[in-house]
Nanobody, 115 residues
């Protein structure tokens, strides 16, 4: 199973970015998909997760109301729409998926928010 994340970059505070993560190489249904992030000197933490039907979505406290996670099961892709970005959102963003009870991480995409 391979995860390919894209969409990171440099954005000014208050701006928006959309991350994508495409999953390939799986013969089984992709279960929960999500995004985590790690800022310099900090531990990796939850941004958002979404179940296959989209019925259960969890957000980290710091992104609630600003970020929206979604998925396209036909494309095995998860998205993260980020709005009202703040300098403290600067981090490497990692996508994460569960497939057949195994957990996989993407390579990470850097988001830099300038103030």
């Amino acid at each position: 199973v391979q995860l390919q994340a894209s969409g990171g970059g440099l954005v000014q505070a208050g701006g928006s970015l959309r991350l994508s993560c495409a999953v390939s190489g799986s013969d089984f249904e992709v279960n929960t998909m999500g995004w985590y992030r790690q800022a310099p000197g900090k531990e990796r933490g939850l941004v958002a997760t979404i179940t296959p039907s989209g019925s259960i979505i969890n957000y980290g406290d710091s992104v609630k109301g600003r970020f929206t996670i979604s998925r396209d099961n036909a494309k095995n892709t998860v998205y993260l729409q980020m709005t009202s970005l703040k300098s403290e959102d600067t981090a490497i963003y990692y996508c994460n998926v569960w497939v057949k009870f195994r957990n996989y991480w993407g390579q990470g995409t850097l988001v830099t928010v300038s103030s």
